[in-house]
């Protein structure tokens, strides 16, 4: 066997676009998208050479920084999971007017089955409804080769290109063969007769939408060769993307007979419609197999020349994740005889704080306050993260997850509609991503809130990353307005208990919004000294008084 | 299990257990060892949250000709190993008629209404082809507290077409990071694990 590389299917997104001569990667963490950057940062790391790898504070930012990374000429890279994406939407839809000069490619992993997020939306839409091409892999080896193809596309058409996985594939580790790796290599800025491609102001947004439009027929054509129709004898076939492609494929390893079945298989949208019609017209029936929403089968269906079998018609479940055994019933297969039910009843083993963790202490502390001030029922809007676990019984102590930032936004909302107390609980690298600007609201308008920033100053839930919000939030409570009088800095630990319930009692009480930080770090990252280096150099900063405003509270609230 | 060497069949190992428990370390070994043993081998990981304790399981097929799909389906595992019995007690219908399950004895209690254990002993001893080993006494025996898992690799291993040579490579590499003496460690238990299933006819 050969002597390559293992990686998984994100992780080899993240190495080809690092081997295809990447200046710039970005991202904001989440399951399941994150080692992809975590990877390429990791080569960055060892061999930099001028290339940069960097978290931002959230999606949008992200892709902003390859934007400009790609303006000033560069092969750039952005990772995000599927939610994220809409906080980069105004973003990645607008830069299908602007185009790109280094090539740009987005990696976006989305989550059909929910294993770690709010919803299953498909990607695959969002780059249909922003004109642009989106490549979907079935392989950890196609994962890399399509990240190669995707840098090509990009600066063949102009266009962002992305890449969208789905959990199965982003966590599969597979062998992983690999290309000689191409320096950074720069084209050079923008040049000066495509400035006002890059102003959309009305004038110009206008002739570039027409050019994104007349763009579509090269961008069909360009990737059709990644699309392909295989005949069959039967006058059933099957429409195969993604995971869809890779269960069927090993299907017909196992049922050989399936060979007889015309099949579609795709890898690059927008699809061919001439292919489709090619398609179409060797079947009568077609069962379509692909992840999340029905995008392929609704497109086949709508062209009604044969009957469109999955998740619209019941053939495939309508919602979570494809498996192969869905596969072989919607095709009548035989499957292997199995064995008998366990005749045990087996609750579920649901997440749960870590031992120790500080988000426990300052909850106790919150449920506490709010029974002292006579309102035990108030109801909680949490944020994402961590903390989300709160949600669950016995807990009960957040009422409402929507997405980033929805806490603050919230609960000012509900203040301002009556309800007294009104609380929000949020981590501080959420805070970071997409409370800022909700903070800012609330300061502004002086109800009565009260914000909780859970502060354990790495992102926990995704693997500690640093915050970007780190040793900063004191100072960024106060620069949304809020005043000195209402932000609390608290340390959640049991002997604090007392103390903490009579912070957040006088919070619920103040009249106007105030703030409370609950900060400690994260077990895991504490264990894996994520910050130690951090720390050290903070606390030798501080001796040494080379600043005339050392960091603050990072010492002080060390457990 | 027939040598996936001499037939083209799909093969495949589900892993279980809790967050922090180390199934998906034993599943890269697994990966690795049968990658090395000149096989396609694919490894699927679900891990949303955990690190925070929650049910985590992995899979690993492997077979002569190139794969696509890194999950199997209901009665097709041949082999299950749990670090975990409850956590075994998910999995069981993966297995085939003729598949075999290594479960740890050792229960993780920290969850909301865990069954009898008495109750989930009895209904891993009704598993066929079941070998529960307790994880607790051998990490005693051999003063290790992390043996468990690499005996249950020890004793998965009779199951599968992987060279002890290889099996120690793997392992060396896996901990060389930390030192000869864990790496001894660990080959120690893993032989402890390997001596536990008798030779399969
Ligand atoms: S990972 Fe960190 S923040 Fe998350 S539950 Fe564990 S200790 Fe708490």
Known sequence: ?559 | MSDPRTNSRIHGIVLSGVGGQGVLSLAQILLEALRRSGLHALQSEIHGMSQRGGSVHAMVCFSQVPLTSPIIDEGSADLLIALEPLEALRYVSMLRMDGHLVVSEEPQMSMEAYPPIDDVYAALKAVRGAHLIDTEDLARRLKHKQAGGMALLGMASMFLPVTNEVWFDVIRQRFEAKGVSVTEKNIEAFQAGRGLIPVPA
């Open chain 1, 1 to 559: 066997m050969d002597q390559s590389t293992l990686a998984l299917g994100v992780e080899a997104i993240g190495c080809a676009a690092f081997d295809a001569g990447i200046k710039g990667a970005f991202g904001y963490p989440g399951t399941p998208s994150t080692e992809g950057f975590e990877y390429v940062e990791a080569m960055i790391h060892a061999a930099p050479e001028g290339r940069v790898a960097h978290w931002a504070a959230n999606e949008k930012v992200a892709y902003d920084m390859a934007m400009g990374v790609s303006y000033a000429g560069h092969r750039t890279f952005v990772t995000m999971k599927h939610v994220g994406l809409n906080v980069a939407m105004d973003a990645y839809a607008n830069s299908a007017l602007t185009g790109v000069r280094g090539g740009l490619v987005l990696l976006v992993a989305d989550d059909p089955g929910m294993h770690s997020s709010q919803n299953e939306q498909d990607s695959r839409k969002l780059a249909e409804f922003a004109w642009l091409p989106c490549l979907e892999p079935s392989t950890v080896q196609e994962c890399y080769d399509f990240t190669w193809k995707a840098f090509e596309l990009s600066e063949a058409l102009q266009v962002p290109v992305m890449i969208r996985l789905v959990t199965r594939l982003a966590h599969c580790r597979a062998a992983l063969l690999r290309r000689p790796i191409l320096a950074p290599t720069g084209l050079g800025v923008a040049p000066k007769n495509t400035i006002q491609d890059w102003v959309l102001i009305p004038s110009n947004a206008r002739r570039r939408y027409l050019d994104l439009l007349a763009k579509q027929p090269r961008l069909v054509e360009n990737l059709s060769s990644m699309n392909q129709l295989v005949p069959g004898t039967s006058r059933q076939g099957v429409a195969v993307a993604g995971m869809g492609r890779a269960y069927f494929n090993q299907l017909l390893l196992e049922y050989p007979a399936l060979t007889a079945l015309p099949r579609l298989e795709v890898a690059a949208y927008p699809v061919d419609p001439q292919l489709e019609q090619a398609f179409l017209a060797q079947v009568d029936d077609v069962f379509v197999f692909e992840e999340d929403y029905p995008v392929l089968e609704e497109r086949l269906g709508l062209r009604g020349s044969a009957k469109v079998h999955g998740r619209l018609d019941g053939a495939v479940p309508r919602t979570g994740e494809l498996t192969p055994r869905q596969l072989k019933n919607a095709l009548s297969l035989i499957v292997s005889e199995s064995r008998e039910a366990i005749a045990l009843d087996l609750p579920v083993r649901a997440p749960r704080f870590c031992d120790g963790c500080g988000h426990v202490d300052a909850y106790e502390a919150m449920q506490e306050a709010l029974k002292n001030v006579g309102a035990p029922e108030t109801r909680v809007f949490g944020d994402i993260g961590c903390y989300t676990l709160a949600a669950q019984e016995p807990m009960g102590a957040i009422h409402a997850v929507v997405e980033m930032g929805a806490s603050i936004s919230m609960a000012v909302g509900a203040a301002m509609a009556g309800q007294t107390p009104s609380v929000a609980v949020i981590g501080d690298s959420t805070f970071g991503h997409s409370g800022l600007p909700a903070l800012l609201t609330a300061a502004d308008s002086g109800v009565n809130v009260t914000v909780m920033i859970l502060d354990n100053r790495v992102v926990g839930m995704t693997g500690q990353q640093v915050s970007q919000a780190l040793d900063q939030v004191e100072r960024m409570v106060l620069g949304m307005g809020i005043p000195q009088s209402q932000v609390q800095t608290l340390t959640p630990l049991p002997k604090q208990h007392d103390a903490n319930v009579k912070a957040v009692e006088s919070a619920l009480r103040h009249p106007g919004p105030s703030v409370l930080i609950f900060r400690r770090e994260c077990i895991q990252s504490m264990r894996r000294g994520v910050l130690k280096e951090h720390d050290r150099e903070l606390k030798a900063c501080a001796e040494q008084a080379c600043c005339s405003e050392p960091a603050s509270a990072t010492s002080e609230a060390r457990p």
